[in-house]
């Protein structure tokens, strides 16, 4: 779990709110359906009609603009998350260790020592330091064949700790509700689609 766990969580609340509110206007729909079948007598079976006319009305205007709603509540979810995870990975001068720049500068560090120097590190102004000279250093032609697989190991794991990790799990919750708000039969299976990854975000 992430301290953006919160924004998983956000998530899931908006995506059951709009699971709400379709399954809610079906109800009503199917049982004045169901109360129409049921109806006997012209006098019963006019109110019903009513009934059935009235919900089907409720439905459409439900119906009309309620995925994109949903659409729209993601897409602004998704920018604060952007927003956060931006904020808390800034860089900060104050967080700079001189003594490891010097040893980033001296070009003397193997994947090893990189490696070491990321687990160590204590900020993201540094990790992204770290993560910029071994870039530089998987991508220099000197570098053996062996060392660069292990350096772009590194350098995507730490990528994946600065937040870039986060919001491709954010993006694949927001894939099952886009498919949930396209197709609403796959609401009834959105917690077991989803229901770890938000627990884990």
Avoid at 102 to 110: D, H, P, Q, R
Wanted: proline share 2%; net charge negative; glycine share 6%.
């Amino acid at each position: 779990m992430t301290k953006f766990n919160t924004y998983a969580r956000r998530l899931d609340n908006t995506a059951k709110e709009f699971f709400k509110e379709y399954t809610e206007a079906h109800a009503k729909l199917d049982g004045a359906k169901m109360a129409r079948r049921l109806a006997q007598g012209a006098v019963e079976q006019t109110r019903r009609d009513a009934d059935l006319l009235e919900a089907q009305e409720a439905f459409d205007a439900t119906m009309l603009n309620w995925a994109d709603r949903g659409e729209r509540a993601l897409q602004d979810l998704r920018g604060e998350l952007a927003d956060a995870i931006a904020t808390a990975f800034a860089v900060n001068p104050a967080d700079v260790d001189q003594n490891v720049v010097t040893l980033l500068n001296s070009g003397i560090c193997t994947s090893a020592d990189f490696e070491r120097l990321l687990k160590d590190a204590g900020s993201s102004t540094m990790q992204r330091l770290i993560l910029s000279h071994i870039e530089k250093t998987a991508t220099s032609p000197d570098t053996d064949p062996a060392e660069r697989r292990d350096l772009n190991a590194l350098l995507h794991d730490g990528r994946g700790s600065m937040g870039g990790a986060v919001l491709e799990n954010f993006d694949a919750l927001g894939d099952v509700l886009h498919r949930c708000l396209r197709n609403p039969g796959m609401i009834p299976h959105w917690d077991d689609l989803t229901a770890d990854a938000v627990e884990n975000f």
